[in-house]
């Protein structure tokens, strides 16, 4: 049920498996749908629409940002936070979708900045993948502190793509909602933004070209 006294929150969601038939994309598509159903406006990607060839500097110095990055970065630009669905390989992320933050992670300004992320997984394992999302957290900046990891996806959705456990899909429907909540505030409460530091040490003076100032920053 759609929240009406909910503000405004744009929301890209995408899986991060190129495969088709990817569970990743059906738990994507379902989060899209709980999305939308709790008040967020939609925008749904797929992987492809933001490959790009492996990263190199002189590539980007000689031929710049390729487009599948442009692509993630211009629906990043667009909106106020994003969920990925991801498969766990090698209890880590997919190669790919490091590849893709690593370019976009190029723009200037930063697109993840101030955009709030939350993660999935889906997995035939028993852990559902949840191990390669810690390795996805790390790059990306604000990231939602639950995580959702469906184990045994292979069997877990029912014939309308919901899962099967109503609890489980319950309890995905309210971290959903938490987390458009989270967005919602971060977003519309002025106090909550901050300025943002790439990397710890760094200081927020004119010669650190990493350090991006918020609306409100002042340290
Ligand atoms: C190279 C590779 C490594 C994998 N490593 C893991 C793993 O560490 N943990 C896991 O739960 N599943 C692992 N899997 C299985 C994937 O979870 C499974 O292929 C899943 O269907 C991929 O997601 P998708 O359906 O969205 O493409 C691996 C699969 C591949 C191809």
Known sequence: MANERRCSVRLLVFGASLREGSMNDSLASLAAAVAQEKGASVERAVMTDFECPAYDLDVELSTGLPVG??????????????????????????????????WVSRFRPQPFNGKQAFLMAASPSMTGGKIGLWALRQPLAR??????????????FDSSGRIADGKLQNWFETTIECFIDLV?????????????????????????TRVELGETAAV
């Open 69 to 102: 990055a442009q692509a993630l970065h211009d629906k990043l630009v667009a909106t106020d936070g994003f969920m990925i669905a991801s498969p766990e390989y090698n209890a880590s992320m997919p190669g790919v979708i490091k590849n893709t933050i690593d």
């Open 143 to 156: 990231v939602y502190p639950d995580m959702f990891a469906l184990a045994q996806a292979h069997h877990a």
């Open 184 to 208: 919602e505030a971060s977003k519309h409460y002025p106090h909550l933004k901050k300025q943002w530091v790439e990397f710890l040490g760094e200081r927020p003076d004119t010669e650190t």
